[in-house]
């Protein structure tokens, strides 16, 4: 029996099904909730390990559903779709291991491991949507699994982040069904297909075109926290740390970003989009995003809050990268998709050690950390140079191409902006890093757990430094075949730039 | 065979320091700043040309060490194993001590473009973080400097990367140079490339920190400034930029006249404020300024720099040796004698004594020039001794001191005049 056509299928199950059966345990289940947990995340991390092999070696796997007449629900593995598929099924188990420690003894841990997996199934629904419409319902699936995580503290502020991201998600969701809905009546078909399937239809139906692209990228840029639809992002931040990890390196401003890489790409082709005139003004609103997300960083004292803020100027570089419209460039895009997630995940790890382990939420009050926590803030200075862009920090990698494809397509601007970025970067990382590393710690922290020898438990303390050692590899190995690097590599030579 | 095992020992020069700074891993090593420096030390003594081409690493990097490296290198070594030496530093400090020597070890090695910026980097940020590490407070201040300098440097020599890998997709030093060399971009790359190293390495008009961490720091840092920021920014400059190949006769000029600025006001700074402690400071203040004057020079003129292009690393390891030398010195005069010792006024009488004999000598000599009718070489001696009682007077009435800047701007535009008359 040939699987090949069911593993997509598989992968989206693989976390879908222990989500539900966590949902049914009771909580103090919590070694079998801990082993569904693993399981499910080891098995996806399998069969998305083999998708890779296969699609290396040029197999295709593709799971076709009847959704309604004239429409399926698709779910396809190319490179671009097991690029997001990987990193979200890496770093899941990662923050499975990160939340089993954060929430040990913490109520309600059914409930959020159930919808964790959900939002990780939608996430992966995301990636292997194969047409516009299984997109839009995985897209809808994240923001219905990722409210309640947001709200799970059920403190006064984290309802009001939840009331806020529902606002702006569902105000997002609305416009991207209306730009989907209007383009099904225009072109008929929903179907991503490499280099867009609007061709021809530029000249007669232009400026629908046009507003058609700006509601997609409207709605999508809701999630992607572009400016200026990102107000939910630094609300969200008082959710626990894995979730914070999960809304900004794995899902939620992932799949906004993912999503435009497949509106430019898959739906309009970049050659259409750069003729309908529309990419110059999204390269604009990036640009102004990643200048604005890293001035606002700049005046935060807590520290997820400038996370936060940090996280809405890097994402725009995705949206930038695709933008500039040119096979670099989008390499420098894509491959940002994974640095930003390696890099910001281990910085948000590393902010909830500090928070759970000394009970630090502000950067005033870092003062010396380094001494207390040096593994911690080891792996937070790795995250926090490869946001800089210094060698040899996967965001280095990034900025290379961005930078790179700037020069090939012609836009010298945007080396100033990558450079404004790396500055006001270098302005609000180093002197969290000065802090930690050489001012006297305080006499007291405001609390102080201890773990024998170690500085916090193992299961906080693993994730970060996984994660901070992947960040540098990637960098160090970019040029391995399977790097991230090379695989963005591969989407652009296969998906959005084959003659 | 020998060679691959030469080629790997390249890699471990680098690896080595960069393995002992995790703190764990040297735990039970008695001298671990010693011991991290043995393999460069080997490597000095190996007198072949290796290389070393690692192309999974990052976006390609390659090794290499030719007679110009090993002059570089040799000075590294003999400054790091000093700076080992002078000063006891904490375990904390010598994390980023590793880390520092690592990251200079590697660029003194690297052999392409993406190699020298990465491990600059991880240099620079390293020798923040030693400077910091248990400075007192003006340390911490020249630091702060320091640290964005640093960054607006590696800012602009990002972009000059960008600029190149545009130009040639092979990042090797030559190849640059020679593809640059013919770019569109050559002049923004040049302007951005020797901003960088201008800030990186000090030189006037970016010299504060340097020159006030001479003044503040502990002796191994002071050592390690000569080796470290300023030496690897000079190298930079000499392995970035475009030298010899073509003539740029209006950018040379600017150069130029930095160049001598910056020698001019290093001087009348020596001169006007003499603690001892400033000599090191200032006079590396000068070098770099005559570094730079040669880099106006070799644009003007490229058959110049070309002729004695064979000249620059064992001139520019020769510096680094002289002036670490001097800070050792001083610093070890420093470290019997604190600055309100009457030791240090010992200090300053015997240099008085020794001018006020050179003055005797001189007018001895100048009378017997005349009996033996020399009258050119009198009237030069006559000279000479003019201007070391003016030195003299300047220094008694501090005039220089406090307008060094309106001074130095002064003779600038007399030598801009004087070069416009021509």
Redesign the interface.
């Known amino acids: 029996m040939n699987w090949d056509p069911w593993i997509p299928l598989l992968v989206v199950a693989s976390s879908l099904l222990p989500g539900l059966l966590i949902f049914g345990l009771a909580e103090e289940r919590i070694r079998l909730r801990t082993v569904l947990n693993l399981v499910g995340a080891v098995v996806k991390l399998g069969l998305v390990g083999l998708m890779l092999w296969g699609i290396y070696h040029e197999h295709h796997y593709e799971t076709r559903l009847a959704l309604l007449p004239d429409l399926e629900l698709v779910l396809r593995a190319g490179p671009l779709a097991l690029l997001f598929v990987t990193l979200s099924a890496g770093l899941w188990l990662v923050t499975t291991v990160y939340a089993i420690g954060y929430l040990e003894g913490s109520p309600h841990r059914s409930r959020f491991f159930g919808f964790f997996s959900l939002c990780v199934t939608a996430t992966v629904g995301v990636a292997l949507a194969g047409n516009l419409i299984t997109f839009l319902l995985f897209y809808e699936l994240l923001t219905l699994s990722t409210y309640p995580l947001v709200v799970h503290r059920g403190t006064q502020a984290a309802r009001r982040a939840g009331q806020t991201y529902l606002i702006y998600t569902f105000f997002g969701g609305a416009l991207l069904l209306l730009g989907t809905v209007w383009l099904y009546s225009l072109t008929g078909t929903l179907e991503f297909t490499p280099r867009g399937f609007i061709a021809g239809l530029e000249t007669e139906h232009r400026s629908a075109l046009i507003i058609i692209f700006f509601l997609l990228v409207a709605g999508l840029g809701v999630k992607a926290a572009l400016f200026p639809f990102h107000g939910w992002l630094p609300q969200a931040m008082v959710a626990p740390a894995p979730v914070s990890a999960l809304l900004h390196a794995v899902a939620v401003v992932k799949a906004g970003a993912f999503g435009i890489v497949r509106v430019v790409y898959d739906v309009f082709g970049v050659e259409t989009a750069a003729a309908l005139g529309v990419t110059a003004p999204l390269a604009a609103l990036a640009a102004f995003t990643i200048i604005y997300g890293s001035l606002r960083a700049l005046f935060q004292d807590d520290l997820k809050r400038r996370l936060a803020f940090s996280t809405i100027s890097q994402v725009s570089y995705i949206a930038l990268g695709v933008a500039i419209a040119g096979p670099i460039a989008t390499i420098g895009g894509v491959v940002h998709l994974v640095h930003q997630g390696l890099m910001k995940i281990t910085l948000f790890f590393c902010a909830g050690n500090l928070a759970e382990t000394l009970g630090i939420h502000k950067i005033s009050e870092m003062n010396g950390v380094g001494r207390r926590m040096p593994w911690t803030m080891a792996a937070f200075t790795v995250g926090a140079f490869g946001m800089i862009g210094a060698p040899p920090v996967a965001g280095f990698i990034s900025k290379w191409y961005l930078g790179l494809g700037a020069l090939e397509a012609d836009q010298g601007w945007v080396l100033f902006v990558l450079a404004g970025s790396s500055l006001l970067n270098a302005m609000y990382f180093l002197p969290i890093l000065h802090r930690a590393w050489f001012r006297d710690p305080p006499d007291a922290w405001p609390v102080d757990h201890h773990f024998g020898r170690k500085e916090t438990a193992w299961a906080l303390l693993l994730p970060p430094l996984v994660t901070a050692v992947m960040a540098l590899g990637v960098a160090l190995l970019a040029s391995y075949p399977f790097s991230p690097l090379e695989w963005a590599m591969l989407i652009a030579e296969r998906e959005f730039y084959r003659p | 065979m020998s060679e691959k095992i030469y080629a790997i020992t390249l890699l471990f020069v680098v690896l080595w320091p960069l393995f002992l700074a995790v703190?764990m891993l040297r735990a039970r090593l008695p001298w671990p700043r010693h011991l991290a420096i043995i393999p460069a030390a080997v490597l000095t003594l190996i007198f072949q040309d290796v290389s070393l081409d690692l192309?999974?690493?990052?976006?390609?990097t390659r090794f290499a060490i030719d007679a110009n490296a090993r002059w570089i290198l040799t000075m590294s070594v003999a400054i790091w194993l000093t700076a080992a030496t002078v000063n006891p530093v904490s375990n904390r400090a010598t994390t980023f001590f590793l880390l520092t020597m690592a990251g200079n070890l590697g660029a003194v090695l690297a052999a392409d473009l993406?190699g020298f910026?990465?491990f600059s980097?991880?240099m620079g940020?390293g020798f923040y973080?030693l400077l910091?590490?248990g400075g007192n407070m003006a340390v911490?201040r020249s630091g702060r400097l320091y640290?964005i300098f640093l960054?607006?440097a590696?800012?602009a020599l990002?972009?000059a990367?960008?600029?190149a890998?545009?130009a040639t997709e092979d990042l090797r030093f030559v190849s640059v140079q020679q593809a640059m060399a013919g770019s569109a971009t050559t002049s923004l790359y040049f302007w951005m490339a020797l901003t960088a190293f201008v800030l990186r390495a000090g030189i006037w008009p970016f010299h504060l920190w340097l020159t006030s961490l001479f003044k503040s720091a502990s002796l191994s840092i002071c050592l390690l400034l000569v080796g470290v920021p300023v030496a690897m920014g000079l190298v930079g400059a000499l392995r970035w930029l475009p030298l010899g190949l073509s003539a740029s006769v209006g950018p040379g000029l600017v150069i130029l006249i930095i160049g001598i600025t910056a020698i001019m006001y290093a001087v009348l700074r020596l001169v006007s404020r003499s603690t001892l402690r400033m000599l090191p400071g200032w006079s590396t203040v000068a070098a770099t300024g005559l570094f730079i004057a040669a880099l106006g020079v070799g644009l003007i003129q490229p058959a110049v720099w070309l002729q004695y292009a064979y000249l620059q690393y064992p001139l520019l390891a020769g510096m680094g040796i002289l002036l670490a030398v001097m800070t050792l010195i001083v610093g070890r005069s420093q470290d019997r004698h604190s600055d309100d010792d009457p030791a240090m006024d010992r200090v300053e009488a015997l240099s008085r004594e020794v001018a006020q004999r050179g003055g005797v000598m001189l007018r001895w000599s100048q009378n017997r020039l005349h009996q033996i009718r020399c009258f050119w070489l009198a009237l030069w001696l006559k000279t000479v001794q003019q201007a070391s009682v003016v030195i003299d007077r300047l220094r008694t009435v501090n005039v220089v001191s406090q307008w060094t800047a309106s001074i130095t701007v002064f003779v600038l535009i007399g030598l801009a005049l004087a070069w416009l008359a021509r």
């Open positions: 703190p192309d999974w690493l990052l976006l390609g993406v910026f990465c980097t991880i940020y973080g910091i590490q911490r640290i960054v607006a590696d800012l990002f972009e990367l960008l600029l890998a545009f």
